[in-house]
Protein backbone atom coordinates (compact mmCIF):
# COMPACT_ATOMS: atom_id res chain seq x y z
CA UNK A 1 0.00 0.00 0.00
CA UNK A 2 0.97 3.59 -0.22
CA UNK A 3 3.98 5.10 2.08
CA UNK A 4 4.70 1.56 3.19
CA UNK A 5 1.78 0.57 5.16
CA UNK A 6 1.02 -2.72 5.45
CA UNK A 7 -2.56 -4.24 5.20
CA UNK A 8 -4.77 -4.99 8.10
CA UNK A 9 -4.91 -8.91 8.55
CA UNK A 10 -7.71 -10.15 7.21
CA UNK A 11 -10.88 -10.89 9.76
CA UNK A 12 -14.48 -11.03 10.44
CA UNK A 13 -14.60 -7.59 9.97
CA UNK A 14 -13.76 -7.84 6.01
CA UNK A 15 -16.43 -10.00 5.41
CA UNK A 16 -17.99 -7.73 2.94
CA UNK A 17 -22.13 -7.07 2.18
CA UNK A 18 -23.67 -9.69 0.69
CA UNK A 19 -27.23 -8.65 0.66
CA UNK A 20 -28.86 -9.74 -3.00
CA UNK A 21 -26.48 -13.22 -3.04
CA UNK A 22 -27.95 -17.32 -2.22
CA UNK A 23 -24.91 -19.10 -0.88
CA UNK A 24 -24.79 -22.95 -0.36
CA UNK A 25 -22.83 -24.23 2.72
CA UNK A 26 -22.41 -27.99 2.93
CA UNK A 27 -22.27 -29.48 6.23
CA UNK A 28 -23.29 -26.38 7.89
CA UNK A 29 -25.01 -27.81 11.34
CA UNK A 30 -21.86 -27.70 13.44
CA UNK A 31 -17.90 -26.69 12.93
CA UNK A 32 -16.42 -24.37 10.65
CA UNK A 33 -19.40 -24.60 7.84
CA UNK A 34 -21.71 -23.50 10.31
CA UNK A 35 -19.47 -20.91 11.47
CA UNK A 36 -19.23 -19.89 7.72
CA UNK A 37 -23.17 -19.89 6.89
CA UNK A 38 -23.90 -17.35 10.09
CA UNK A 39 -21.53 -14.81 9.00
CA UNK A 40 -22.76 -15.04 5.55
CA UNK A 41 -26.38 -14.45 6.67
CA UNK A 42 -24.98 -12.02 9.45
CA UNK A 43 -23.53 -10.14 6.47
CA UNK A 44 -26.80 -9.97 4.31
CA UNK A 45 -26.78 -13.43 2.07
CA UNK A 46 -29.44 -15.74 1.74
CA UNK A 47 -28.10 -18.89 3.28
CA UNK A 48 -28.99 -21.97 2.19
CA UNK A 49 -27.29 -25.07 4.81
CA UNK A 50 -27.35 -28.78 2.94
CA UNK A 51 -27.11 -31.32 5.91
CA UNK A 52 -27.30 -34.68 6.33
CA UNK A 53 -28.72 -34.50 9.60
CA UNK A 54 -32.16 -32.07 9.05
CA UNK A 55 -32.85 -32.07 12.78
CA UNK A 56 -29.80 -30.99 13.41
CA UNK A 57 -29.47 -27.97 11.08
CA UNK A 58 -33.54 -26.91 11.91
CA UNK A 59 -31.45 -26.10 15.30
CA UNK A 60 -28.15 -24.47 14.16
CA UNK A 61 -30.37 -22.39 11.60
CA UNK A 62 -32.52 -21.06 14.46
CA UNK A 63 -29.00 -19.92 15.87
CA UNK A 64 -28.02 -18.54 13.10
CA UNK A 65 -31.55 -16.14 12.93
CA UNK A 66 -30.90 -15.31 16.61
CA UNK A 67 -27.72 -13.59 15.85
CA UNK A 68 -29.45 -12.17 12.26
CA UNK A 69 -33.00 -11.89 12.73
CA UNK A 70 -33.22 -10.44 9.17
CA UNK A 71 -31.69 -13.21 7.45
CA UNK A 72 -33.09 -15.75 5.32
CA UNK A 73 -31.83 -18.89 6.41
CA UNK A 74 -33.21 -22.36 4.99
CA UNK A 75 -32.26 -26.21 4.95
CA UNK A 76 -31.80 -28.47 2.72
CA UNK A 77 -31.83 -32.45 3.33
CA UNK A 78 -29.06 -34.13 1.71
CA UNK A 79 -26.60 -37.03 2.23
CA UNK A 80 -23.58 -36.85 0.87
CA UNK A 81 -23.50 -40.68 1.13
CA UNK A 82 -26.14 -41.41 -0.92
CA UNK A 83 -25.99 -39.93 -5.05
CA UNK A 84 -29.70 -40.43 -4.90
CA UNK A 85 -30.31 -37.77 -2.08
CA UNK A 86 -27.19 -35.22 -4.28
CA UNK A 87 -29.31 -35.50 -7.27
CA UNK A 88 -32.55 -35.00 -5.16
CA UNK A 89 -31.09 -31.96 -3.09
CA UNK A 90 -29.67 -30.52 -6.19
CA UNK A 91 -33.31 -30.47 -8.21
CA UNK A 92 -35.05 -29.45 -5.45
CA UNK A 93 -32.43 -26.35 -4.78
CA UNK A 94 -32.21 -24.92 -8.22
CA UNK A 95 -36.02 -25.00 -8.31
CA UNK A 96 -35.78 -22.37 -5.61
CA UNK A 97 -32.78 -20.78 -6.36
CA UNK A 98 -31.41 -20.73 -10.27
CA UNK A 99 -29.08 -18.52 -9.67
CA UNK A 100 -26.36 -19.96 -7.14
CA UNK A 101 -23.88 -17.33 -6.41
CA UNK A 102 -21.73 -19.39 -4.13
CA UNK A 103 -21.09 -22.78 -3.08
CA UNK A 104 -18.98 -23.83 -0.07
CA UNK A 105 -17.98 -27.89 -0.37
CA UNK A 106 -17.41 -27.80 3.06
CA UNK A 107 -18.94 -31.52 4.65
CA UNK A 108 -16.44 -34.02 5.08
CA UNK A 109 -15.88 -37.24 7.12
CA UNK A 110 -12.44 -37.88 9.42
CA UNK A 111 -11.26 -41.80 10.54
CA UNK A 112 -14.18 -43.71 9.63
CA UNK A 113 -13.20 -47.65 9.31
CA UNK A 114 -13.20 -49.12 6.07
CA UNK A 115 -16.78 -48.79 4.39
CA UNK A 116 -18.76 -47.86 1.26
CA UNK A 117 -21.43 -45.59 0.53
CA UNK A 118 -24.97 -46.02 -0.36
CA UNK A 119 -23.31 -46.14 -3.89
CA UNK A 120 -20.64 -48.65 -3.05
CA UNK A 121 -17.98 -46.43 -3.02
CA UNK A 122 -15.07 -45.91 0.08
CA UNK A 123 -16.68 -43.59 2.58
CA UNK A 124 -13.93 -41.02 2.48
CA UNK A 125 -13.38 -41.10 -1.23
CA UNK A 126 -17.22 -41.12 -1.57
CA UNK A 127 -18.41 -38.43 1.03
CA UNK A 128 -15.55 -35.66 0.75
CA UNK A 129 -14.98 -35.78 -2.77
CA UNK A 130 -17.49 -37.84 -5.36
CA UNK A 131 -20.71 -36.35 -3.42
CA UNK A 132 -19.29 -32.92 -4.02
CA UNK A 133 -18.03 -33.49 -7.36
CA UNK A 134 -21.88 -34.30 -8.21
CA UNK A 135 -23.43 -31.57 -6.25
CA UNK A 136 -21.42 -29.45 -7.71
CA UNK A 137 -22.07 -30.57 -11.83
CA UNK A 138 -25.73 -30.61 -10.59
CA UNK A 139 -25.57 -26.78 -9.74
CA UNK A 140 -22.80 -25.94 -12.32
CA UNK A 141 -25.47 -23.84 -14.72
CA UNK A 142 -27.17 -22.27 -11.79
CA UNK A 143 -23.67 -20.87 -10.21
CA UNK A 144 -22.56 -19.59 -14.08
CA UNK A 145 -26.00 -17.92 -14.19
CA UNK A 146 -25.11 -15.55 -11.47
CA UNK A 147 -23.24 -12.07 -12.04
CA UNK A 148 -20.11 -13.38 -10.07
CA UNK A 149 -20.08 -17.40 -9.42
CA UNK A 150 -17.45 -18.65 -6.46
CA UNK A 151 -17.10 -22.67 -5.76
CA UNK A 152 -14.94 -23.17 -2.72
CA UNK A 153 -13.62 -26.53 -1.97
CA UNK A 154 -12.72 -27.17 1.51
CA UNK A 155 -9.02 -29.28 1.47
CA UNK A 156 -6.81 -29.82 4.28
CA UNK A 157 -3.39 -29.98 5.55
CA UNK A 158 -4.00 -34.01 5.39
CA UNK A 159 -4.03 -33.85 1.40
CA UNK A 160 -0.45 -34.38 2.07
CA UNK A 161 -0.63 -37.65 3.55
CA UNK A 162 -2.70 -38.58 0.44
CA UNK A 163 -1.87 -40.78 -2.83
CA UNK A 164 -4.48 -41.30 -5.77
CA UNK A 165 -4.22 -44.94 -6.43
CA UNK A 166 -6.30 -45.14 -9.63
CA UNK A 167 -6.16 -49.20 -9.67
CA UNK A 168 -7.65 -49.46 -6.15
CA UNK A 169 -9.80 -45.98 -5.85
CA UNK A 170 -12.09 -48.64 -3.87
CA UNK A 171 -9.33 -48.73 -1.25
CA UNK A 172 -9.58 -52.63 -0.69
CA UNK A 173 -5.39 -52.68 -0.08
CA UNK A 174 -4.06 -51.87 3.18
CA UNK A 175 -6.84 -49.45 4.44
CA UNK A 176 -5.50 -46.68 6.63
CA UNK A 177 -8.54 -44.27 7.87
CA UNK A 178 -6.04 -41.32 7.82
CA UNK A 179 -4.27 -41.73 4.45
CA UNK A 180 -7.98 -42.56 3.28
CA UNK A 181 -8.76 -39.20 4.27
CA UNK A 182 -5.48 -37.17 2.88
CA UNK A 183 -6.64 -39.11 -0.49
CA UNK A 184 -10.01 -37.63 -0.41
CA UNK A 185 -8.89 -34.26 0.52
CA UNK A 186 -5.76 -34.51 -2.07
CA UNK A 187 -9.03 -35.06 -4.44
CA UNK A 188 -10.67 -31.97 -3.45
CA UNK A 189 -8.06 -29.84 -3.89
CA UNK A 190 -7.59 -31.27 -7.85
CA UNK A 191 -10.98 -30.71 -8.30
CA UNK A 192 -10.88 -27.48 -7.42
CA UNK A 193 -7.70 -26.80 -9.28
CA UNK A 194 -8.73 -28.85 -12.22
CA UNK A 195 -12.48 -26.94 -12.33
CA UNK A 196 -10.96 -24.07 -12.70
CA UNK A 197 -8.93 -24.34 -15.68
CA UNK A 198 -11.82 -25.54 -17.18
CA UNK A 199 -13.56 -22.87 -16.29
CA UNK A 200 -10.90 -20.86 -18.13
CA UNK A 201 -10.65 -23.13 -21.01
CA UNK A 202 -14.05 -22.25 -21.63
CA UNK A 203 -14.15 -18.52 -21.70
CA UNK A 204 -16.14 -18.65 -18.29
CA UNK A 205 -14.91 -15.60 -16.49
CA UNK A 206 -17.76 -14.93 -14.23
CA UNK A 207 -17.00 -18.18 -12.30
CA UNK A 208 -13.96 -19.04 -9.94
CA UNK A 209 -13.07 -22.02 -8.29
CA UNK A 210 -11.28 -21.90 -5.09
CA UNK A 211 -10.44 -23.84 -2.53
CA UNK A 212 -9.66 -23.35 1.44
CA UNK A 213 -8.75 -25.32 4.69
CA UNK A 214 -9.15 -24.14 8.20
CA UNK A 215 -6.05 -25.40 10.01
CA UNK A 216 -6.19 -26.45 13.60
CA UNK A 217 -9.86 -25.65 14.09
CA UNK A 218 -11.18 -27.23 17.20
CA UNK A 219 -14.32 -29.12 16.05
CA UNK A 220 -16.19 -32.04 16.35
CA UNK A 221 -14.32 -34.49 14.68
CA UNK A 222 -15.34 -35.88 11.39
CA UNK A 223 -19.57 -36.57 11.76
CA UNK A 224 -20.77 -40.31 11.10
CA UNK A 225 -20.87 -41.55 14.75
CA UNK A 226 -18.34 -42.02 17.21
CA UNK A 227 -15.22 -44.53 17.56
CA UNK A 228 -12.78 -44.91 19.42
CA UNK A 229 -9.67 -43.25 17.70
CA UNK A 230 -12.25 -40.73 16.95
CA UNK A 231 -12.28 -39.69 21.01
CA UNK A 232 -8.36 -40.28 21.26
CA UNK A 233 -7.90 -37.67 18.80
CA UNK A 234 -10.52 -35.44 20.07
CA UNK A 235 -8.93 -35.52 23.66
CA UNK A 236 -5.69 -34.83 22.51
CA UNK A 237 -6.63 -32.03 20.39
CA UNK A 238 -8.82 -30.74 23.13
CA UNK A 239 -5.27 -30.60 25.40
CA UNK A 240 -3.46 -28.58 22.54
CA UNK A 241 -2.97 -24.78 23.36
CA UNK A 242 -2.57 -22.10 20.44
CA UNK A 243 -0.89 -21.35 18.82
CA UNK A 244 -1.39 -25.13 16.86
CA UNK A 245 -4.92 -25.13 17.49
CA UNK A 246 -7.91 -22.40 16.93
CA UNK A 247 -11.46 -21.82 17.02
CA UNK A 248 -14.09 -22.47 14.97
CA UNK A 249 -14.98 -19.19 13.67
CA UNK A 250 -10.98 -18.39 12.96
CA UNK A 251 -10.85 -22.09 11.05
CA UNK A 252 -13.67 -20.70 9.16
CA UNK A 253 -12.23 -17.43 7.88
CA UNK A 254 -10.01 -19.30 5.08
CA UNK A 255 -13.32 -20.42 3.64
CA UNK A 256 -14.69 -16.85 4.10
CA UNK A 257 -11.80 -15.25 2.38
CA UNK A 258 -12.38 -17.48 -0.59
CA UNK A 259 -16.00 -16.98 -0.76
CA UNK A 260 -15.95 -13.08 -0.25
CA UNK A 261 -12.67 -11.61 -0.55
CA UNK A 262 -13.47 -9.09 -4.38
CA UNK A 263 -9.60 -9.78 -4.48
CA UNK A 264 -9.62 -13.37 -4.26
CA UNK A 265 -8.70 -15.56 -7.56
CA UNK A 266 -9.37 -18.40 -9.89
CA UNK A 267 -7.22 -21.23 -8.56
CA UNK A 268 -5.97 -19.90 -5.44
CA UNK A 269 -6.19 -21.41 -2.09
CA UNK A 270 -6.20 -20.03 1.16
CA UNK A 271 -5.48 -21.45 4.76
CA UNK A 272 -3.64 -19.78 8.35
CA UNK A 273 -1.06 -18.07 7.68
CA UNK A 274 0.97 -18.93 11.54
CA UNK A 275 3.08 -21.80 12.34
CA UNK A 276 2.50 -25.31 10.46
CA UNK A 277 -0.14 -23.12 8.91
CA UNK A 278 -2.53 -24.12 11.73
CA UNK A 279 -3.68 -21.18 12.55
CA UNK A 280 -3.42 -17.28 11.84
CA UNK A 281 -5.24 -14.95 9.35
CA UNK A 282 -6.36 -16.15 6.20
CA UNK A 283 -3.87 -16.13 3.49
CA UNK A 284 -2.96 -17.86 -0.22
CA UNK A 285 -1.58 -20.71 0.89
CA UNK A 286 0.76 -23.54 -1.26
CA UNK A 287 -0.36 -27.11 -1.40
CA UNK A 288 1.90 -30.01 -2.56
CA UNK A 289 2.70 -30.71 -6.05
CA UNK A 290 0.63 -33.88 -6.64
CA UNK A 291 -2.46 -32.02 -6.49
CA UNK A 292 -1.24 -29.65 -9.15
CA UNK A 293 -0.90 -32.67 -11.45
CA UNK A 294 -2.96 -31.50 -14.18
CA UNK A 295 -2.93 -35.27 -15.78
CA UNK A 296 -3.80 -37.06 -13.04
CA UNK A 297 -6.56 -34.03 -11.91
CA UNK A 298 -7.97 -34.54 -15.59
CA UNK A 299 -7.98 -38.97 -15.09
CA UNK A 300 -9.57 -38.07 -11.52
CA UNK A 301 -12.23 -36.09 -13.36
CA UNK A 302 -13.35 -38.10 -15.96
CA UNK A 303 -12.73 -41.18 -13.43
CA UNK A 304 -15.27 -39.14 -11.14
CA UNK A 305 -17.92 -38.85 -13.79
CA UNK A 306 -17.97 -42.34 -14.66
CA UNK A 307 -18.88 -43.00 -10.94
CA UNK A 308 -20.99 -40.52 -10.08
CA UNK A 309 -22.50 -40.39 -13.97
CA UNK A 310 -22.94 -36.79 -13.88
CA UNK A 311 -20.75 -35.32 -16.94
CA UNK A 312 -19.54 -31.54 -16.06
CA UNK A 313 -19.68 -30.16 -19.12
CA UNK A 314 -18.59 -26.32 -19.91
Not at 97 to 104: C, G, K, T, Y
Not at 167 to 193: H, V
Not at 228 to 256: C, E, Q, T, W, Y
Not at 281 to 304: C, F, Q
Amino acid sequence: MAGGLKRRRWGVADVPDLTGKTAVVTGSNTGIGFEAARLLAVNGATVVMACRNEAKALGAKEKIVAAAPEAEVSVLQMDLNSLTSVRKAAEALVSEHPVIDLLINNAGVILLPHGQTEDGFEQHFGINHLGHFAFTGLLLDAVLAADSGRIVTVGSNGHRMGKIDFEDLAYKRNYKPLRAYGRSKLANLMFSYELQRRLDAAGKTSTISLAAHPGGANTDVGGRGDTPIKRRIKRFIDSIPNPIVHSAVKGSLPILRAASDPEAKGGEYYGPSGLLKMTGHPVVVKSNAASHDEEAAKRLWEASERMTEVAISL
